[in-house]
């Protein structure tokens, strides 16, 4: 779908100047069936200049087709390619949306009088990890399309400092007024994908009591994806000097992000509604507020494609 689009684009537009490639942190880990499993697989921070894992993984297969189809232009059109981690932000049917899979699970607990339980690792429960804002990765993909520093290099995209699930998972709870439970050993832990495969009736009850727009449990949700961000076995943090030293100094604090976004998630009617869908589609760049005048171009089912005012092309992946 990338090939398509950009055989199209980057011939075809006389004033396209920058392409923007948004892939992630598996760059650096493997996909997701053997993430930190593959040899070779480099100790945190990481830093862009670490080498390719030597594993099939479809970022790399992006990042060629993008040089390739880039360099038919000779040096007309820039490129710039975006490793976020674990993005906070609110988008409806996500495949990757870990915010409002968590609200969800908490006001299904709410509804049943439950306590939220921590379902995952005690390494992902005490250790240190990062995160990506969404509106920061847009602020980042903005300034690598217009500074000129930024020409033809890979960042990390990260807030800038570490946060554990620990200190989260409480801020969690106080949204929906409930008490909450953390790591309690092994035998404490479970498959939250099992354990809300048979909620959709509390789903149900939930919209109808407060009027929300009617959707499926499974159209909102993504347990699959939480139980794989809550069960690492590993640390995993990356470096953000590169940016820093070609001249991007955005940060995020972490702790108020995640608060910012459940609440964001809590304050629609629905994931699904309009305003939600214009603000961060596929967990991608925000296109709403402060950057509005991005303009959405084409979106496919993994990925989206943006032109700015300034012909320039923000690829998510």
């Known amino acids: 779908m990338l090939g398509n689009v950009l055989s199209v684009v980057v011939p075809g537009c006389p004033a396209l100047a920058h392409v923007c490639l948004q892939t992630g942190r598996k760059h650096y880990v493997g996909p997701f069936e ?10 945190p921070p990481y830093t862009e200049d670490m080498p390719r894992l030597d594993c099939p993984n479809f970022y790399y297969d992006q990042e060629d087709v993008l040089f390739d189809e880039v360099s038919r232009r000779d040096g007309a059109v820039s490129w710039s390619v975006h490793r976020p981690t674990l993005i906070f932000g609110f988008s409806p049917r996500s495949a990757m949306n870990v915010v409002g899979s968590l609200c969800v699970y908490a006001a299904i607990c709410c509804k049943e009088g439950a306590t939220p339980r921590w379902p995952g690792s005690r390494v992902a429960w005490e250790g240190f990890t990062d995160a990506s ?10 300034w690598a399309a217009v500074d000129p520093f930024t020409k033809n290099e890979a960042f990390n995209c990260s807030n800038g400092d570490v946060f554990k699930w620990k200190q989260l998972w409480p801020m ?3 949204h929906f007024g409930l008490e909450w439970a953390g790591y309690e050993g092994e035998d404490g832990r479970f498959i939250i994908a099992d354990a809300m495969a048979r909620k959709e009736a509390v789903w149900a009850e939930i919209v109808q009591e407060n009027e929300l727009v009617t959707t499926e449990l499974k159209e909102i949700t993504n347990w699959w994806f939480v139980d794989a961000v809550l069960n690492f076995e590993v640390e995993h943090l990356d470096s953000m000097n590169k940016s820093k030293e070609h001249g991007f100094l955005g940060f995020r604090n972490t702790a108020n992000s995640f608060n910012a976004w459940i609440g964001g998630a809590c304050s629609t009617p629905t994931p699904l509604a309009a305003s939600a869908c214009e603000r961060d589609y596929f967990s991608c760049a925000s296109t709403h507020g402060f950057h509005g005048w991005w303009r959405l171009l084409i979106i496919g089912f993994h990925g989206c494609f943006y032109f700015d005012l300034f012909r320039r092309v923000s690829v998510c992946a």
């Not at 053997?34 to 100790?43: A, L, Q, T, W």
């Not at 804002?133 to 903005?142: M, P, T």
């Open 34 to 43: 053997s993430i930190c499993k593959i040899p070779g697989v480099p100790d």
């Open 133 to 142: 804002d969404a509106d920061l990765v847009a602020e980042h993909e903005i």
């Open 172 to 174: 969690l709870a106080d």
